[in-house]
């Protein structure tokens, strides 16, 4: 990781409603609503993160729910001008281990096939490619299935 000590992970509140949908529409082709991203703050099996600087401004979020035994990753977001800074690798970390600790033994995500920075990110994390979802998006793009094995912590 370089460089980005000042920032600390924790978990996300509904006073970051606002922050995670202003970085969610710089983030995303395809952005979550407002109301979707509340949704899952308000659900009681997702798990979401967020990384403030020390002047409490959000500058990245991850998003995931815990079904039985297994974390699906939802979104995983980083502000522009902090990425390649191993942000993205930190919050994917700060999930897999939340999820170990509540006993999930797999986590897994789909992935745009064509977002070659986010495939490096979960890759370097350990993930790896499943399958692939043809067409899958609304554009046409295909996905990638990826998943991880946890070990309970």
């Not at 952005?31 to 509340?38: E, Q, V």
């Not at 064509?114 to 998006?137: L, M, Q, T, W």
Request: overall charge positive.
């Amino acid at each position: 990781m370089k460089d980005h000590n000042h920032i600390t992970i924790r978990p996300a509140t509904n006073g970051d409603l606002d922050e995670i949908c202003s970085i969610e529409q710089a983030h995303s082709q395809n952005p979550w609503s407002r109301s979707g991203i509340a949704g899952e703050l308000s659900r009681a099996n997702s798990i979401i993160f967020v990384l403030p600087t020390p002047e409490n401004r959000l500058v990245g979020f991850a998003c995931s729910s815990l079904v039985l035994d297994e974390l699906q990753i939802l979104e995983i977001a980083v502000l522009p001008d902090f990425r390649n800074r191993g942000l993205g690798c930190t919050l994917v970390s700060r999930l897999l281990a939340e999820a170990a600790a509540k006993n999930a033994n797999r986590a897994c995500l789909e992935v745009r096939a064509s977002n070659h920075p986010a495939i490096r990110v979960y890759e370097k994390c350990g993930f790896k490619r499943d399958a692939v979802r043809k067409k899958y998006y609304q554009n046409g793009e295909d996905a990638l299935l990826m998943s991880k094995h946890l070990l309970y912590i």
